[in-house]
C-alpha cells in the first residue's frame, strides 16, 4: 500500500507563491494518474489539478477553472514526488491540501482516487 506525505504548505500574504510537495512511498512510474484536491471545513472535496498519462517523461495536465493559469502541477519520478506551485495565491485558496494517487484513469473527482495523503494546510491572508 503506498504512503503519500504532503509538505511545503504555510502561511503566505494575497499574491504570494508556494510549492506543495507529496513524496510516495513507491515508483511514482506506478501511477497513470496523480492529483491535488484541497478541502475547506464542512465542505466537499475540491479537485484543484491532475497530472496523468503513460509517462515517464510526458504527462497531461488539467487544472479546475479556479486555479488555471496560476497553479502548475508536475512530477519528478526521479524522486517520487509530485509537486504543486502555486502563484499569485488568493485568499479563497486557503484550505488543507491532499495528495492523490491512482493506478488508472481519473477525473478531478476524489471518487476516481484510491489513495490519499494526510493533508498540508495552506493559509492565505488578504
Known amino acids: 500500500q503506498v504512503q503519500l506525505v504532503e509538505s511545503g504548505g504555510g502561511s503566505v500574504q494575497a499574491g504570494g507563491s508556494l510549492r506543495l510537495s507529496c513524496a510516495a512511498s513507491?515508483?511514482?512510474?506506478?501511477?497513470?494518474?496523480m492529483g491535488w484536491f484541497r478541502q475547506l471545513p464542512g465542505k466537499e472535496r475540491e479537485g484543484v489539478s491532475i497530472?496523468?498519462?503513460?509517462?515517464?517523461?510526458?504527462?497531461?495536465?488539467q487544472y479546475s477553472e479556479s486555479v488555471k493559469g496560476r497553479f502548475t502541477v508536475s512530477r519528478d519520478n526521479a524522486k517520487n514526488t509530485l509537486y504543486l506551485q502555486m502563484n499569485s495565491l488568493k485568499p479563497e485558496d486557503t484550505a488543507m491540501y491532499y495528495c492523490?494517487?491512482?493506478?488508472?484513469?481519473?477525473?478531478?473527482?476524489?471518487?476516481?482516487?484510491?489513495?490519499w495523503g494526510q493533508g498540508t494546510q495552506v493559509t492565505v491572508s488578504s
Open positions: 492523490a494517487a491512482t493506478y488508472g484513469g481519473c477525473l478531478l473527482r476524489e471518487d476516481t482516487f484510491a489513495a
Open positions: 497530472n496523468y498519462g503513460a509517462g515517464p517523461t510526458q504527462y497531461s495536465e
Open positions: 513507491k515508483s511514482t512510474t506506478s501511477f497513470y494518474c
